[in-house]
């Protein structure tokens, strides 16, 4: 199973590749778009659509697990977040990928039984499942990580 784990943001949106076997995690990509705050809101979400779906179309996700928006105390930091998530939204729908959606705190209470666990904690427990001592630099694209592996641990379900 290929699982498409997203960050979403309109400055960064992390994503990932994780495949899944019903035991075992391996990444096979990982990486963020980005797009440039001196472009207008409809290019920038315009740019993150071509891209998710070029991402779709080149590696062909099974699903899709993404962060889901719950609160937020910056009325002008969650209204572009959520904008990109509906573009990003809507490329999955047209392509009929099933989506998972996880808050932070769902996230983290999965990977490390306490849901205000650090972002340390996080990456540790990403560490771990994947077996590896390195992770991206980028903490968008490590939060997609750990979503999709949330996905292998609370939803996926193998025929």
Known sequence: MKILGIDPGMAIVGYCILNYDGKNLEL???????????????????????????????????????????????????MPVAHARGVI????????????????????????????ASKKDVEQMVKISLGVENLPKLDDTVDSIAIAISYTRKDAILK
């Open 28 to 78: 096979e990509h990982s990486g963020s778009i980005q797009t440039p705050k001196e472009n207008k809101e409809g290019e920038r979400l315009n740019e993150i659509f071509k891209d998710i779906n070029t991402i779709i179309e080149k590696y062909n996700p099974d699903v899709c697990a993404i962060e889901k928006l719950f609160f937020f105390r910056n009325l002008t930091t969650v």
């Open 89 to 116: 939204l809507l490329a999955l729908a047209q392509k009929s990928i099933p989506v998972h959606e996880y808050t932070p705190m769902e996230v983290k209470q999965i990977l490390t039984g306490y849901g205000r």
